[in-house]
């Protein structure tokens, strides 16, 4: 199947590095520009609604990251799917599982909304979210749960698009509806004074634009990506494909969620100041992570397509470029941040006790990310060749198993928050040493059963 609009990649020919590089950075970008926009959100509310707010919104990150991650999982399932079928020239497929991956989306959504509505409360005393900030922080879990439909809905709509190579018109959306998610930052919370509130509606509003707009242009596709919206159903045979690959990816996700939630249970612990300092340093981590993920992703659907057309030889050779290109982009992401730690934390905060703690996770975790670069890079590649529960697999114990060991030992033995920090790159080291492996294990396996 020829590829014949000028937003697509063809994936199956051609020379590899400015294609997976055109492919990686919108992505990235996508991500980078998410992030920053998020960053807004935690700048207007450190600076105009105080630390207590600030807090309470840091107190969901990574309880929003925990469910979500797992149904943006399965879009990645969504990807590697159309992906695999559009590499093997099965039109119909392709067609049928586009379909299936919107219906699956508007699901995943409404499962999601309730959820978050039930559980704010019980998962925010789980996790020792402080009395005082108790009805904040669950206030902007219940208004961001809201928006879950439209969030899973631009998930898997970027999931289908970024199957044919397709990655900068979700880059085009996203700019427009994060000016909007800024602008209405600005109106709900300092004009307004409407503090975590705002800024959960603001994200929603700005969602749901971002979201229709990806559905439209499915809807205006031609061929066999086209979407229309009497046709949404569910394809059992698509479904499969979708849930034996995506699944695991989410569960993936999701543990490395959780695995962040004991931490932030042991941050809590730390009191306030700790709580503010991850707030504002973990947005460096998420601009440095989405360099991983742009190269991640990219290896995954260059794989899966010509995994799908059975060219073996130029899969282990997107690995092997993916594996030099992403690290070293992640490094210097990771580098420029710690060389401007200063007047970057200075953007979120004023607080004198907190800067010096948000120095320290910055050095810690956002410098050593470019080893993460490698493991997800791996998983990634695993992924496309759809042997997506054994990088899972490692992942729950590499990456949750050893942070939860370090926070009862190491971190047990010195109760610091530089020595708590110490968990990430530990666990980043152990799992990409594990993905290895197994990456090799796979490669050998393929080769055994198509010989």
């Known amino acids: 199947m020829a590829q014949t609009r000028s937003h697509d990649i063809d994936m199956l020919h051609g020379p590899l590095v400015p294609k997976i590089i055109a492919f990686a950075l919108p992505v990235a970008a996508s991500g980078f520009l998410q992030q ?84 704010a409360r019980p998962v925010h005393q789980a996790i020792g979210t402080p009395d005082e900030l108790l009805d904040q922080a669950m206030l902007y879990f219940r208004i961001y749960y809201l928006g879950m439909p439209p969030i899973m809905l631009y998930n898997f709509a970027s999931a289908v698009l970024r199957s044919k190579g397709d990655t900068r018109r979700p880059l085009i959306v996203l700019i427009i509806s994060g000016i909007l998610n800024v602008l209405l930052n600005l109106l709900f919370v300092v004009v307004l004074r409407m503090d975590v509130a705002g800024v959960a509606l603001a994200t929603l509003l700005s969602n749901v634009v971002s979201s229709l707009a990806l559905v439209e242009m499915l809807r205006r596709e031609e061929g066999i990506y086209h979407l229309s919206l009497r046709k949404l159903r569910i394809d059992r045979e698509a479904l499969g494909g979708i849930v034996r690959v995506g699944l695991p990816a989410g569960i993936q996700s999701s543990i490395f969620s959780l695995s962040n939630i004991v931490l932030q249970a042991a941050i809590n612990s730390l009191g306030q100041t700790a709580m ?161 492996v197994a990456y090799a294990l796979v490669i050998r396996s393929i080769n055994r059963d198509r010989t």
């Open 36 to 119: 920053l926009f998020n960053a807004a959100d935690v700048a207007v509310v450190g600076r105009f609604a105080g630390s207590d707010a600030l807090a309470a919104v840091g107190a969901n990150t990574y309880l929003i990251s925990l469910m979500v991650n797992l149904f943006v999982g399965v879009s990645l399932g969504a990807n590697v799917t159309i992906a695999n079928y559009f590499g093997k020239g099965d039109k119909n497929g392709v067609t049928r599982a586009t379909h299936t991956s919107i219906a699956l989306s508007l699901i995943c959504g409404t499962v999601l909304l309730v959820a978050g509505q039930v559980l």
């Open 276 to 436: 503010a300092a991850t707030t504002v340093a973990t947005n460096f981590e998420y601009f440095t992570y989405n360099a991983i993920l742009g190269f991640s992703q990219a290896c995954t659907t260059f794989v899966s397509q010509n995994d799908g057309a059975g060219n073996r030889a130029r899969c282990r050779k997107v690995t092997r470029l993916t594996l030099l290109l992403g690290p070293a982009f992640t490094l210097a992401v990771g580098v420029f941040f710690y060389v401007l730690r200063v007047p970057f934390v200075s953007l979120f905060t004023t607080d004198a006790a907190v800067k010096p703690l948000a120095y320290q996770r910055i050095l810690r975790a956002t410098c050593f990310q470019w080893v993460n670069a490698i493991n997800e890079i791996f998983s990634g590649a695993m992924r496309g060749y759809k042997r997506s529960t054994i990088p899972a697999a490692i992942s729950i114990v590499g990456i949750c198993g050893t942070r939860v060991l370090w926070i009862h030992t190491g971190f047990a033995a010195v109760r610091t928050y530089a020595n708590l920090m110490l968990a990430y790159p530990i666990s980043w080291v152990v799992t990409a040493i594990a993905q290895g």
